[in-house]
């Protein structure tokens, strides 16, 4: 059974700094295209920024370019998104997914159709 635990969530201040993981369990990641989504309260679920199986191609949001980092360890099955300059609109649930299909980190984001999510981890900036 296909399993993403993410963790690092949680109260940072507007500047601040978090780095999120996501953990799978039961296959491997190493042949999986990833992301990270978001969905802040009363909003749809958006796609804050996807990595290829490689690591070498990324897409990101246009409202965190600059301040978040993907990346992929594909040798403890874990993928990050360090997350810089938060601000209040960063605030919401974060969630990751995996494809195992042919396709690209932007049209993984863009789609939001995974074959996996994890259960999400809270993200709230506030002073």
């Known amino acids: 059974q296909l399993q993403l635990v993410e963790s690092g969530g949680g109260l940072v201040q507007p500047g601040g700094s978090l780095r999120l993981s996501c953990a799978a369990s039961?296959?491997?990641?190493?042949?999986?295209?990833l992301g990270w989504f978001r969905q802040a309260p009363g909003k749809e679920r958006e796609g804050v920024s996807c990595?290829?199986?490689?690591?070498?191609?990324?897409h990101y949001l246009d409202s965190v370019k600059g301040r978040f980092t993907i990346s992929r360890d594909d040798a403890k099955d874990t993928m990050y998104l360090q997350m810089s300059n938060l601000k209040p609109e960063d605030t919401g649930d974060y969630y990751c997914?995996?494809?195992?299909?042919?396709?690209?980190?932007?049209?993984?984001?863009?789609?939001?159709?995974?074959?996996?999510w994890g259960q999400g981890t809270p993200v709230t900036v506030s002073s």
């Open positions: 997914a995996a494809v195992l299909r042919i396709t690209t980190p932007q049209a993984l984001c863009v789609t939001g159709n995974p074959d996996a």
């Open positions: 039961g296959f491997n990641l190493q042949y999986h295209t």
């Open positions: 990595i290829s199986t490689s690591g070498r191609n990324t």
